[in-house]
């Protein structure tokens, strides 16, 4: 693993603000002393993503996310800890330096480092024959779909020579291993430990990660080849994985999350074409299927897909096939309806940008899109076509996560299939069961990483809301530090302690939301929702800190004597209690007695201005006897 100073980190946190990071990416609102925002990990219509501008810390009251800058980019960018880190040293001007400490983790990011530099200075080579004279045909076929050479520098299209030796020779000054030639999928093995170009005479387009960088090509035929694909793509690398890179997302990134919504384009060329009009929240996949982890990436910038496929059987069949993938995240999906044999780009060299986003603007939900080709088609007119019709739309409405949107779908799939809703209801119902009963598609490329859902460990309400105290008032947690005992032995009772006891071992200092939230992130799952769950974490120390302190301890000390009392008063109501035994419980109960009557004094300190040098209470005392020690048995 390679790792990132705790300095580097620390000084880019507190020259970052999680209200600039977090608005650059989703609509944020001042609301008082907060900023709200829709939530971008869930699904929700009322804000209840809050962020804390003083302690950098935003947190979900749906879905229960919650953390620094750091964590929000590395969620909503699906990032690596040390990815997420540089982007954010990228914005405040900090270089990230990483320190590698394991070989074999230093070699495999040394490995890709060089992979990413080949392709990088294969992109420019490649570039840079597009303008030779031997890639006139190629400059050609840009200018036939409309684009000059901007476009082709602005994507940094490229072209493969036809002839390998060309680009051999090239790849012979450059200082990179046949391997990894072999690696990076430009070269294949021949015959006789020979090797190959992959590409030969094509249009290359480079692919790039989330960062910009190229990670793989996209080849386009140019002359007519019954043996080749129109496109053919790099195969899979150490760099490039094809079932979690979508085309131009690292462009469309930002205007997907302001319009909310992603456009979904079946080709490249198209993606390209709706670019250069200035429609920028357009990608494509590579190649033609939609994969579930295309969805679960694009769930975290869209709630709404528009697809805009050829309307062709092999288009109509691709819709339905990305349809599937993305209602299963939550996405609404809409269908743009392109008129026969276009597609966006040549659509738009005919009649404009303007039109197009007409035609976009026009785009129909998935299901009336379906239930119109279906009665295009003639299927609705017979009843038998009709029933079948209406069955092979149960199984895609009962894909919808929402059961308000499901069942307004299923209302208005009914009307327009003039079935009854109940039995459309009924016919849902038995299909959604249906899909939870089958172990897992057989059609998924990628294997499914099991959604966990982590709760929050329990934790006393009193107990929870010291710890919050201890985290964001100096005050509050020098005083905690003082009890540490009294707090130690009512760990037998009340739940939660422990994680009290950590904050007030390791004391960040609460005037630093940087040393907070770095406490924070060292936390479990459940431990950090035990703590973000509590409302009144988000809720600033009251003023008079100490006393609310104080009243919280006395509270658990409180509880933790009555539920010590229950507990004595169960083992003296066993059966067969030996004498002895009896004797030391009637003991312990009368002096947790003695203590409760403490209790309701609300512990009123002898010296309230020394609180700390003085543990206001002992409810256990430390000298009870408990009945499991050796030495009281009989
Ligand atoms: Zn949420």
């Known amino acids: 693993m390679s790792q990132i100073s ?73 990032l690596t800890f040390a990815d997420a880190v540089k982007k954010l040293g990228a914005r405040v001007g900090i270089t ?50 409309g684009f000059g050479k901007e476009m082709a520098v602005r994507w940094q299209i490229g072209w493969m020579p036809e002839s390998s030796e060309t680009f051999l020779n090239w790849a012979r000054t450059k200082n990179y291993k046949r391997g990894e030639w072999i690696d990076a999928g430009i070269f294949g093995s021949g015959e006789r430990g020979g090797v190959f170009v992959r590409f030969r005479d094509r249009l290359m387009f ?87 982890n295309h969805a679960k990436l694009l769930r975290r910038y869209a709630k709404t897909a528009l697809l805009c496929f050829d309307a062709d059987k092999a288009g109509f069949t691709a819709a339905e096939r990305a349809y599937r993938e993305l209602a299963h995240e939550g996405i609404a999906v809409r269908v743009v309806r392109m008129p026969a044999g276009e597609d966006p780009d040549s659509f738009m060299q005919k009649h404009g940008a303007d039109a197009f986003r007409e035609i976009l603007g026009s785009a129909v939900d998935f299901f009336d899109f379906k239930i119109d080709q279906a ?10 076509q009709r029933l079948a019709f209406a069955k092979e739309c149960t199984s895609l409405l009962s894909l919808i996560p929402d059961a308000v949107l499901r069942e307004g779908m299923i209302e208005h799939v009914g009307t327009r299939l003039k079935a009854g809703s109940i039995e459309l209801r009924d016919a849902v119902f038995r299909a959604a069961r249906a899909t939870k009963n089958k172990p897992q598609r057989a059609d998924r490329d990628a294997p499914q990483e099991p959604e ?82 509590d409302p009144t974490f988000h809720d600033d120390p009251p003023e008079n800190v100490i006393g609310a302190t104080e009243e919280a301890l006395a509270k658990i000390c409180a509880k933790a004597l ?16 030996e004498l002895g035994e009896m004797n030391r419980l009637l003991n312990e109960a009368k002096l947790v007695a003695e203590l409760l009557k403490g209790v309701g004094q609300r512990f009123v300190f002898s010296d309230r201005f020394a609180p700390n040098r003085k543990p206001p209470f002992k409810p256990f005392p430390r000298k009870t006897h408990s009945p499991s020690r050796p030495e009281n048995n009989p």
Not at 99 to 126: C, M, N, S, Y
């Open 6 to 78: 705790r300095e580097t980190t620390e000084q880019i946190l507190a020259a970052t603000d999680i209200v600039d990071v977090i608005g650059s990416y989703i609509e944020v609102k001042r609301a008082g002393a907060v900023y709200k925002a829709l939530c971008p990990f869930h699904n929700e219509k009322t804000p209840s993503f809050n962020i804390n501008q003083a302690r950098q810390f935003f947190h979900c009251f749906g879905c229960k996310k919650s953390g620094d800058a750091i964590t929000f980019v590395r969620e909503i960018e699906n």
């Open 96 to 145: 990230v330096v990483e320190e590698a400490v394991d070989p074999k983790e230093d070699q495999a990011r040394r490995q890709r480092g060089r992979l990413l530099d080949l392709h990088r200075e294969t992109t420019e080579f490649l570039h840079q024959m597009l303008f030779t004279r031997e890639a006139t045909h190629a400059r050609e076929y840009l200018k036939s779909r």
């Open 375 to 384: 009665a295009a088609a003639g299927l609705l007119d017979d009843p038998q």
């Open 206 to 292: 480079p692919i790039r990660n989330e960062h910009g960088d190229v990670i793989a090509f996209s080849g386009r035929q140019l002359r007519h080849d019954p043996k080749s694909g129109k496109y053919i793509n790099s195969p899979e690398t150490p760099v490039f994985k094809k079932s979690n890179v979508l085309f131009a997302l690292e462009r469309a990134r930002q205007s997907i999350l302001k319009e909310n919504c992603v456009l979904l384009c079946e080709g490249q060329i198209d993606a390209i074409a709706c670019h250069e009009q200035g429609i920028t929240h357009a990608i494509a996949p590579l190649g033609t299927a939609f994969t579930p």
């Open 562 to 577: 009555h539920r010590r009392d229950a507990s004595i008063k169960a083992r003296m109501s066993q059966p067969n209690i």
């Open 452 to 533: 966990l859902v982590v709760e929050g460990m329990p934790i006393d309400s009193t107990v929870s809301y010291l710890c919050g105290l201890a985290l964001h008032s100096a005050t509050a947690q020098e005083w905690l530090a003082e009890q540490f005992e009294t707090l130690h032995e009512a760990a037998e009772f009340l739940e939660g302690v422990p994680l009290l006891e950590e904050i007030l071992s390791a004391r960040p200092d609460p005037a630093s939301h940087v040393a907070v939230n770095a406490f924070i992130a060292t936390l479990t799952e459940p431990q950090r929702l035990a703590l973000t769950s």
